[in-house]
């Protein structure tokens, strides 16, 4: 099992950026998907980005060209760059690792005032 802490949320005004990371407490390596999800009050909990072990990613429709997800597996992280941010980015953000570990983080709240 790997230990996933984000961080990197807060508050910020529509149009700004924010950088979220994920550390994990032992190697990401062979999790073949590490992704992003957010959750939004009264939502669902919705993909935001993932990428593979070799660096393959996807992106939810709503956040293309915003957002930036990245790996880096010697420091087992995983970062979210986001851009452009909109009232509608308002959520906890939570690091997800998949098969075989399948964990997730305690989540880091974004919020976008406008």
């Known amino acids: 099992q790997v230990q996933l802490v984000e961080s990197g949320g807060g508050l910020v005004q529509a149009g700004g950026s924010l950088r979220l990371s994920c550390a994990a407490s032992?190697?990401?390596?062979?999790?073949?998907?590490m992704g992003w999800y957010r959750q939004a009050p009264g939502k669902q909990r919705e993909l935001v980005a993932t990428?593979?072990?070799?660096?393959?990613?996807n992106y939810a429709d709503s956040v293309k060209g915003r957002f930036t997800i990245s790996r880096d597996n010697a420091k087992n992280t995983v970062n979210l760059q986001m851009n452009s941010l909109k009232p509608e980015d308002t959520a906890v953000y939570y690091c997800n690792a998949g098969y075989p570990y399948n964990s997730w983080g305690q989540g880091t709240q974004v919020s976008v005032s406008s």
């Open positions: 990428i593979t072990r070799l660096g393959g990613t």
């Open positions: 032992g190697s990401i390596f062979s999790a073949g998907v």
